[in-house]
T-cell receptor, first 114, second 110 residues
Framework: DGGITQSPKYLFRKEGQNVTLSCEQN?????MYWYRQDPGQGLRLIYY???????QKGDIAEGYSVSREKKESFPLTVTSAQKNPTAFYLC?????????????FGPGTRLTVL | QKEVEQNSGPLSVPEGAIASLNCTYS??????FFWYRQYSGKSPELIMF????GDKEDGRFTAQLNKASQYVSLLIRDSQPSDSATYLC??????????FGAGTTVTVRA
């Protein structure tokens, strides 16, 4: 059963805490992405990774960090430096980081700051 | 100017009618275009992609691309209540970033 999994589904963070969102895929995709979605807005790219051990900043990388130690995994850490982290976080993957390759999304993690 | 803009909606159509969604993009070098459907509280799911000028049909959905006008649209024929969702248009410019519009919310009235 191939796909993209994200955990947890809901996450609550206290002010000043770092939290890590998990993203795993068993599609054998090279490229993985993290997006943030705020109510009534489109998706904004946080980070992306084209291959293992490589990743690039997207449009809104400040306050976030990632790692890509395995092809299957691309965890996102929301640090205390991110001032407004409450949002819906979506992980995606594609076969390659190419314009002809579709990005497929995981189910998302909804993060709320208490 | 936003890279991808969609008509703001919401769009309300009666069941069985055609829903027409529009999208414009600013980067003339954009190579491919995607339409995603997103139900409330869920993640986006791909409906269609289109690379070439003209129409592309898949079941009740038709995507139309006009690169000269930098315009892409999605038609939903015989709209059903299950089509009620937010539709996201996305364009792939000449780098590795997929740029999304803010989405158009469609409500199909029974």
């Amino acid at each position: 059963d191939g796909g993209i999994t994200q955990s947890p589904k809901y996450l609550f963070r206290k002010e000043g805490q770092n939290v890590t969102l998990s993203c795993e895929q068993n599609l054998n995709h090279d490229a993985m992405y993290w997006y943030r979605q705020d109510p009534g807005q489109g998706l904004r790219l946080i980070y992306y990774s084209q291959i293992v051990n490589d990743f690039q900043k997207g449009d809104i990388a400040e306050g976030y960090s990632v790692s890509r130690e395995k092809k299957e995994s691309f965890p996102l850490t929301v640090t205390s430096a991110q001032k407004n982290p409450t949002a819906f976080y979506l992980c995606a993957s594609s076969i390659r980081p190419a314009p002809t390759d579709t990005q497929y999304f995981g189910p998302g993690t909804r993060l709320t700051v208490l | 100017q936003k890279e991808v803009e969609q008509n703001s909606g919401p769009l309300s159509v009666p069941e069985g009618a055609i829903a027409s969604l529009n999208c414009t993009y600013s980067d003339r070098g954009s190579q491919s275009f995607f339409w995603y459907r997103q139900y409330s509280g869920k993640s986006p799911e791909l409906i269609m992609f289109i690379y070439s000028n003209g129409d592309k049909e898949d079941g009740r959905f038709t995507a139309q691309l006009n690169k000269a006008s930098q315009y892409v649209s999605l038609l939903i024929r015989d709209s059903q209540p299950s089509d009620s969702a937010t539709y996201l248009c996305a364009a792939y410019p000449n780098d590795y970033k997929l740029s999304f519009g803010a989405g158009t919310t469609v409500t199909v009235r029974a």
